[in-house]
């Protein structure tokens, strides 16, 4: 199960944390990370990590701006957003890949206005 927090409404340029907890089961996790829906459009990956190593893949248009960390300790994995954009604004998923399947946590909106 994955829970989800941090999303909320920010003025351009500011800052935002997303958490996503992880609980149950936490063996066998390959992959943890975050997608997004803009309105209208489709998901999209925002940043991913992965745990056997700690690497991480970013969207161009998050580049430089967001940072995806986890705390192991926590099971849970950080998306900290900088400098944001309205074309940030969507609903937040964070996604957890164990033993070949994705869960999905219940999204977050994140509301960028100028």
């Known amino acids: 199960q994955l829970q989800a927090s941090g999303g909320g409404l920010v003025q351009a340029g500011g800052s935002l944390r997303l958490s996503c907890a992880a609980s149950g089961s936490i063996f066998s996790i390959t992959v943890m990370g975050w997608y997004r829906q803009p309105p209208g459009k489709q998901r999209e990956l925002v940043a991913r990590i992965i745990t056997n190593g700690g690497s991480t893949n970013y969207a161009d248009s998050v580049k430089g701006r967001f940072t995806i960390s986890r705390d192991d300790a926590k099971n849970t994995v950080y998306l900290e957003m900088n400098s944001l954009k309205p074309e940030d604004t969507a609903v937040y998923y964070c996604?957890?890949?164990?033993?070949?399947?994705?869960?999905w946590g219940q999204g977050t909106q994140v509301t960028v206005f100028s």
């Open positions: 996604i957890m890949d164990q033993s070949f399947r994705r869960y």
